[in-house]
């Protein structure tokens, strides 16, 4: 019964979390969802914030590839990268591009990588190796409009 205890408070709260970002970073939410009903066995994702995504998701974390996995810095040899490591998509979020301009250490820090993201969005489909496959709108009253966009990598 201890055993069992535990193992409903870890679920509770586990869930209670999730919530909570869900609600704060439901672009993220959105994209899990969208990933679970349209990517096939085999396909990898570029994400900026795995936990959220996967737990919507609920895939293998061999269908993602975390944004500090990326070796990259520039979108050229992201490009070569991606195809490189078998990535399918790439979510390209505001959350963390937005912060750009203000510099916060979630941005700019080297391993998060948002200006990579930036780069794909706003570059990406000019280089021929990206197609916008789904964009997210999320209007938040005090945040304004929250937008992402999911890119499939062309070969």
Known sequence: IIIFSI?????????????????????FKKAGKWYKHNSKKNDKMLIANYAITNY???????NFMKREQTESNNLTDLIHELHKKNVTYVYADDFYIRRLKIKDKNSTD?????????????????????????????????KGTLRGTIFNVLK
């Open 7 to 27: 193992v409903l408070m870890f679920v509770y709260f586990g869930n209670v979390t999730m919530n909570h970002y869900s609600n704060r970073r439901v672009e």
């Open 56 to 62: 919507y998701a609920r895939l293998s974390k061999d």
């Open 110 to 142: 080297k391993n998060k990588k948002a200006w990579l993201f930036k780069e794909v969005r706003d570059k990406g489909l000019a280089t021929g190796k990206f197609k916008k496959v789904k964009e997210i709108i999320i209007k938040d009253e005090l």
